[in-house]
């Protein structure tokens, strides 16, 4: 190696330590600060092993006993609309798992604090209205809200 | 020679890897509320998602100024399917349901063993110097007799989830059918977040005394011995009071206080003690917590002067390693408490004890060399008032007891029913915390088993975790808020307005506890 090249991959080396790196979520990066839609989520049911692939979706609204999340169908599902607003009841929720902004398990001892932070990057955190519900829904070409039970 | 070239390939790539490591940090998300308010101006320079009445949602990617009307920024509106957008510069504050937003407070515990591996400069940083800063904490209980006794505060100046740190305290607490049980509260208007909780467990010969050192590992001690002579700054002696541990403890006199000034604003106590000519080294067992001095520091200074400009100081400034260092370092520098031994005719520093907090008495020891034969001189020196020391001694060290941690078996709710999901997020230090809000309270449960015949044991809480200060409305209201710049000129604030409110302050500080019964 020439010395020149030397001194080049000393500085590349350089640079690259006091630019130093980065793990983990960077705001810079991160597209729920930057897109509207909520936080992306999976919803593990109650025993859900049995039942298939657990539904995922946005996060719309965080309710007490529930939670409304648009469900993603399958491109090829022959639904007219690729979403599904859907209603889960926690009774019929082992957890909800929103990734790096962590899970919320309806029965855990921190159920409450897992709520409100769940709300917080939800699409609706001020809560979904009946009448926007109504409106999203229609926008959806959806005639009535889905509502997923056992 | 055959092997000279991998060997030196393999240095330079180990100091490549330690240069980068060096300056490694990790991430996570956190998301705060950011209530619309007609106290303008409020400054978020992290991305902002607004939720609009009529169902639209505005993304500010670099945030927002909120004025007394409305919200300023560079941001892009979508209607309630998401199908359309628009730009947007301002939204009116009575159009707006709900505001996030979003910043990457540091992992600290994460950078610190990354970085830790290549060099002690960020530990240093990231740990020693934070263990000490501000406020109030998770106060533990025992219960005696009946009556529940306070025996400890944990981790009480984590302000942020950067200033995540471990603290260890010693606990009066015995055990009751192989069972140690303590009760756990939150207080204050705080949110607390604790990663892990274990007891360690020292056993021991029943006449020695075990304390935790400044590093949170135990010194196994026999009599404590009273100073000779002990004078404060003020040249009053003050030997009596600092002889037993009976709550009666020093603290600077009015007059100390009154007098501050940049140049002088330092207070001390100096102790002879007897030693038998042969010794060389002995412990120091301090009995003491601190004023609420640095309660004013943070509350009436930092917080309430920054106004509306501390949720971005908390949230994003103290993110910054820079700005995290610059305050750590001048907070380490001012506060706590430097302990300096007589030698070569002047008081040299061997130890500088972080602040411990202002609630519980915190027991210490640290080892110390006794550099005149049959005498031991030290000094122990600090802002005025930022102590309150009830007593000093000096002891022999021993030999260790046997030492072992003992996991979390339970945790209880109010009602007595088990809670297993509490018990399963404080047993290990990882990424999940059991949060606790004002006015909570849980029963922790240790089973301890048996005891050596003809033994004690001594209890040490290894707590760790961080808590958040919740914003006071009349903190809010401050009319020209400034940034908080670390300075002399601030503590000589704080100094001054502690002088004013000290006798008063801690009334008004037990009384706005947060019941949890």
């Known amino acids: 190696m020439t010395p020149f090249r030397r001194t080049i991959v000393f500085l590349g080396a350089l640079l690259t330590s006091i630019a130093g790196c980065h793990f983990g979520p960077q ?76 899970r919320m398990d309806p029965d855990g001892r921190t159920a409450e604090a897992d709520r409100a932070r769940l709300r917080r990057v939800s699409r609706f955190p001020q809560g979904l209205a009946p009448d926007l519900l109504e409106e999203l829904l229609k926008a959806q070409g959806q005639e009535s809200l889905a509502i997923l039970s056992e | 020679m055959a092997h000279a070239a991998p060997s030196i390939l393999c240095r330079v790539t180990l100091l490549f890897l330690t240069a980068t490591l060096s300056s490694c940090v990790f991430h ?43 919200i300023r920024g560079d941001g892009q509106k979508y209607d309630l399917t998401l199908q359309s957008s628009v730009r947007v510069s301002s939204i009116p504050l009575e159009d707006i349901a709900a505001m996030e937003s979003y910043q990457t407070p540091i992992r600290e515990a994460e950078t610190v063993a990354g970085s830790a591996a290549a060099g002690s400069g960020v530990f240093i940083g990231g740990v020693l110097l934070f ?91 026999s009599e404590i011995f009273s100073p ?91 993110d910054g390693l ?11 520098d001012r506060m706590g408490m430097s302990v300096s031994v007589w030698r070569d005719g002047a008081y040299r520093e061997i130890e500088h004890l972080p602040d411990t907090g202002p609630i519980a008495w915190q027991d210490v020891a640290l080892t110390v060399p006794v550099t005149e034969p049959g005498r031991l001189r030290v000094r122990l020196s600090f802002v005025a008032d930022n102590w309150r020391i009830d007593r000093v001694g000096i002891a022999k060290p021993l030999k260790n007891g046997a030492l072992r941690t003992v996991a979390l078996t339970d945790v209880l709710a109010r009602d007595g029913s088990i809670v297993p999901e509490a018990s399963e997020l404080l047993r290990s230090t990882d990424d999940d915390y059991l949060i606790t809000r004002p006015g909570e309270q849980l029963t922790l449960r240790f089973h301890v088993g048996d005891s050596e015949l003809g033994a004690k044991r001594t209890y040490f809480l290894a707590a760790e975790g961080y808590y958040i200060e919740w914003m006071r409305r009349e903190w809010l209201q401050t009319v020209s808020p400034v940034p908080f710049h670390p300075s002399d000129d601030a503590l000589i604030d704080a100094l001054l307005a502690w002088a004013d409110q000290r006798d008063a302050y801690r009334a008004k500080f037990e009384a706005t506890k947060i019941p949890v019964r």
């Open chain 1, 27 to 102: 705001i810079e990066s991160l597209e729920t600060a930057r897109r509207p839609e909520g936080v992306k989520v999976t919803v593990h049911l109650a025993g859900g092993e049995s039942k298939g692939s657990p539904p995922q979706g946005e996060l719309l609204d965080v309710r007490r006993e529930s939670v409304l999340v648009n469900i993603w169908r399958e491109p090829d599902s022959g639904y007219a609309s690729p979403r599904l607003v859907t209603m889960i009841d926690n009774r019929f929720i082992d957890h909800v798992d929103a990734g790096l902004f962590g």
């Open chain 2, 28 to 70: 996570r998300v956190e998301v705060s509320p950011v209530e619309p308010t007609d106290k303008p101006p409020l400054i978020v320079e992290s991305p902002v998602k607004a939720h609009l009445i009529d169902g639209s949602t505005v993304v500010f990617p670099d945030g927002v100024t909120v004025l007394e009307k409305e």
């Open chain 2, 131 to 221: 263990k000490a800063l501000f406020g109030s904490c998770p106060t533990t209980y025992s219960l005696h007799d009946g009556e529940f006794v306070l025996e400890a505060e944990s981790f009480s100046y984590s302000i942020a989830p950067s200033f995540e740190t471990r603290d260890v305290d010693r606990l009066g607490v015995q055990p009751v059918d192989d069972e140690v049980r303590l009760e756990l509260r939150n207080e204050a208007l705080e949110t607390h977040y604790i990663n892990q909780l274990e007891l360690v467990e020292i056993t021991h010969q029943p006449d020695q005394l075990v304390f935790p050192d400044p590093n949170g590992r135990p010194i196994v001690v």
């Open chain 2, 228 to 318: 000779a002579v002990a004078v404060d700054n003020s040249r009053r002696e003050v030997t009596r009071e600092l002889s037993r541990a009976d709550g009666d403890a020093w603290e600077s006199p009015d007059h100390r206080l009154q007098t501050v000034s940049t140049d002088d604003f330092r207070d001390h106590l100096d102790l002879e003690f007897d030693v038998p000519t042969n010794v060389r080294e002995t412990a120091l067992v301090l009995r003491m917590r601190n004023s609420l001095l640095n309660t004013v520091l943070l509350y009436d200074v930092m917080l309430q002067g920054q106004g509306w400009r501390a949720l971005d100081w908390m949230g994003q400034d103290l």
């Open chain 2, 322 to 332: 820079v700005a995290k260092l610059r305050l750590g370092y001048w907070y380490r």
